[in-house]
């Protein structure tokens, strides 16, 4: 008997929907209606993922990747992607098949022409990845589909092209944002015999739109499916109530182009004529029959399902080329089922501008920003309501920043509806084919309101249907389990980096971010030196980046503080950034070198820091997000404390009891002279790393001393005693954001006990850290109620 796990081929009868890890989620859900339902499908085989690691490893190709994947430095960087995926593929595409592999698929193709009585039968050839279409991990579409294929030997080389595609720059961003590491994903290729479609389309066993799962959603085209999904062509658009399997809902629209195949082999788009694009795609009785088989599928597997099908030109049959669990509704519905989400009320007296199909479900107010070409998709700001005409991965930068999305075409498969669902950002998706199209009604600045579970956008704000832009979470409350968090005197803050995960991490029971990185905006976005910048006469692209990355995080965790350290890079880093070569010394110890506050006051940088400083302003006074406070890094002298402050108030950014400037106490100078530094800050910030160094002369970064280097050392732990004891003598507050505290909870009970007023950590010990610094407290209290004593009071003492 064949070994699964070892074979090079697999056909669909010998497969099944749990054979997910062997052929990926499309080729076992083909397998499965195969083997163990009675729905039409076009009969094939699939190559395994055990044959994708051997062609891999037989060439070679997995070192050339691994290497080009871990020289990419931004994900969002849409040519440095496009460049280095493109790089990937030819080294796939490059490299020759290994002959035993080839033989089994020629073979298998050979036994699929006799199956079928042809001689050289037409095949689709379409990706299936061993991530993709799993429940909780959509990535559909993102691989490539060959049609209308033909002969052995092209049917090897598009299996190679398959393998190919698994790093086009939409899936290779995808797995990066899904945290999907790319080594663990593995592809099959699925061989199935071509319909030669009349007409295609996807149904859906639930409304996508509404959540309304008594419906079954059909929406279809002219030609070949591949202009459905990918939102070339807006699709007629079928509504079939499940209990009386009758048409409730038709939306016809006008197709004016198709794609074909060819005779000879591969296809081409066709100009339909006018009267022929105006007519259904499909009858009324080939919706019910798709209906049916909906009903059935969703019934044999348990779940919402999303469905892809073709109508044979020929022989007018209906086929299923493609079933998987549909991903959004289902979470969806558990979620709506716990809140007991109401409907939003009817409108009746507010304008209507433009009617669409509701993609993704959910309502928002706020300015539109018009961009019909995605080279302009560095003008978008947060929280605007993107109107284009269609997307595709070239949009997503813009589309995680937006409120809500409206498009001129597509339907519910398009690329701007599946990617708004995975995103949970409301969209509203083929505007022309409902009467206007949304860019020839809507401006950029105009103020509307998108009510994306009806598929209908409002002039102006429309108070009684916009949903609460945030509703209070209370505290503990994580993705819908109720925790506890006992309050604490001393707060528990949290340490960010990415500002693009602060939605993620703004339900954690933190009292707000001790620490944002500034660093990661720089060099994520930025990409470039400050001072080259300002050369090339665009300073404002510091201002509005900074701004955006920070207002990002004040915005998800409004109105809790944050935290903003302003840059601190070693000159190494700088120079790492275009442009930066210019300006950065070569420092043998940069560690000790130009860096944090001693760059901000020196003329040669003074310029860039302002920057800086405006970016601060811009999140504070133009978005109104005043919860944003800062801290300034490695502050070596008292003097250079008071030139640094001097430059902000300067500049307008002056210490109230609503804008706290702070500093890293993170020198020794710091933790000696802070009775000093106390007249021009807030309060300290503890940086464990850098204190240890530099109170033990041991080089953090240095493998050979590794072992000496603690912070939990008594000289660290005197330290840090004396600066709380001196910062409160004069109202200020003390901090600690070093990664010490994530580390050792015995290190946080020594905090508590002396008294600090914050310790900030990262975001998989909040939870930990609020539970330990609660449980410490208390028995803190116990021990002075009982008299009993866990130290000496003068092993901390000076």
């Known amino acids: 008997m064949k070994n699964r796990e070892t074979a090079n081929v697999l056909w669909f009868d010998d497969l099944h929907r749990s054979d997910v890890d062997l052929v990926g989620g499309k080729s076992s859900s ?28 037989q060439t070679g190709a997995n070192d050339k990747i691994k290497e080009l994947l871990e020289s990419i430095q931004d994900y969002e960087n849409s040519d ?145 499916g591949e202009y459905i999904v990918q939102g070339t062509v807006t699709p007629d658009d079928f509504v079939v109530d499940k209990e009386t399997m009758k048409i409730v809902s038709k939306d016809i629209t006008q197709k004016d182009i198709e794609l074909v195949r060819l005779k000879d082999g591969g296809v081409e788009e066709r100009q339909i004529p006018v009267e022929e694009a105006k007519k259904p795609s499909l009858t009324d009785e080939q919706v019910i029959e798709l209906a049916g088989y909906a009903i059935e599928i969703e019934k044999h597997y348990g779940s919402y399902m999303d469905m892809e099908f073709a109508l044979d030109e020929n022989t007018n049959k209906l086929w299923l080329v493609q079933a998987r669990p549909e991903t959004v509704w289902s979470q969806k519905k558990k979620n709506s089922a716990a809140k007991g989400d109401e409907p939003v009320d009817n409108v009746t007296d ?20 018009v961009i019909a070409d995605p080279k302009d998709i560095d003008q978008f700001k947060e929280d605007e309501i993107l109107v284009t005409t269609m997307t595709s991965p070239d949009w997503v930068p813009a589309m995680k920043k937006a409120k809500a999305i409206i498009t001129n075409n597509g ?65 503990g409350e994580v993705a819908g389990n109720a925790e506890y968090f006992a309050a604490t005197a001393t707060g528990v803050m949290m340490n960010l980096g990415d500002p693009d995960l602060a939605h993620k991490y703004a339900n954690l029971p933190a009292d707000g971010i001790g620490l944002m990185r500034e660093e990661f905006i720089w060099t994520s976005y930025i990409h470039e030196h400050p001072l080259y910048l300002i050369e090339q006469g665009h300073p404002e692209k510091v201002v509005n980046m900074l701004a955006e990355g920070i207002s990002k ?50 003329p040669k940088y003074v310029a860039a820091f302002k920057l800086e400083l405006e970016a601060v302003k811009k999140v504070r006074n133009e978005f109104g997000l005043t919860n ?38 993170e020198i020794p100078s710091n933790i000696i002279l802070a009775d000093q530094f106390n007249q021009f800050i807030d309060g300290y910030s503890i940086g464990s790393n850098d204190l240890t160094m530099l109170l033990l002369g041991c080089d953090r970064n240095n493998d050979t001393v590794s072992d000496l280097f603690d912070e939990r050392n008594l000289a660290v732990k005197r330290a840090i005693s004396h600066l709380i004891e001196v910062a409160h003598r004069d109202g200020k507050t003390v901090s600690i954001c070093g990664q010490t505290p ?22 998989d010990m909040v939870k930990a850290t609020k539970h330990n610094v609660a449980r410490f407290e208390q028995r803190i209290l116990l021990d002075k109620a009982t008299g009993r004593g866990r130290q000496d009071p003068t092993d901390y003492q000076w």
């Open 30 to 57: 083909l397998g499965e209606l195969t083997s163990a339902t009675n729905i039409p499908v076009p009969y094939g085989f699939a190559t395994t993922a055990h044959a994708y690691r051997y062609f891999m490893d």
């Open 80 to 224: 440095e992607l496009h460049q280095k995926c493109t790089q990937i593929r030819k080294v796939i595409t490059d490299s020759e098949m290994p002959a035993d592999l080839a033989q089994s698929i020629e073979r298998s193709y050979e036994e699929l022409a006799q199956k079928v009585g042809e001689s050289e039968p037409f095949v689709a050839i379409r990706s299936s990845a061993t991530a993709e279409d799993l429940p909780d991990a959509s990535f559909a579409g993102q691989q490539d589909s060959y049609l209308n294929i033909r002969g052995a030997a092209d049917v090897v080389q598009k299996v190679k092209e398959c393998y190919a595609s698994l790093f086009t720059e939409r899936a290779t961003y995808y797995r990066h944002k899904q945290h999907f590491p790319h080594e663990k994903v593995a592809l099959s290729a699925t061989v199935q015999m071509m319909v030669f479609s009349k007409s295609s389309g996807i149904m859906f066993s639930i409304n996508v739109g509404t959540g309304d799962d008594s419906k079954v959603i059909i929406d279809s085209i002219w030609g070949l």
């Open 350 to 369: 507010a304008k209507v501008l433009v009617r669409g199909l509701a993609a993704s479900p959910g309502t928002a107010a706020g300015k539109v920003h």
């Open 411 to 475: 339907g519910m498969t398009c690329h701007a509806a599946i990617v708004s669902r995975e995103m949970q950002i409301p969209c509203i998706v083929g505007t022309t084919s409902r009467g206007t199209a949304a860019m020839d009604v809507l401006q950029t600045g105009d103020t509307i309101t998108v009510d994306a579970k009806n598929g209908i956008v409002y002039e102006g704000e429309v108070q009684s249907i916009v949903a609460p832009a945030k509703e209070e979470v209370p505290t």
């Open 553 to 602: 995080v004040a915005r998800a965790m409004s109105p809790r503080p944050v935290v903003l350290r302003f840059s601190d890079f070693k000159s190494s880093e700088y120079r790492n950034l275009k442009g930066g070569d210019q300006y950065e010394p070569h420092e043998s110890a940069d560690l000790l070198g130009w860096r944090g506050a001693s760059r901000y006051y020196d």
């Open 628 to 665: 944003l406070n800062v801290m300034i890094p490695f502050v070596r002298t008292v003097s250079e404390a008071s030139k640094v402050t001097e430059i902000m108030t300067q500049a307008g950014l002056v210490r109230t009891p609503d804008f706290k400037v702070y500093m890293m106490a």
């Open 742 to 763: 994530s580390e050792y909870p015995e290190f946080t009970e020594f905090l508590v006990q002396q008294g600090i007023d914050y310790v900030s950590v990262n975001p």
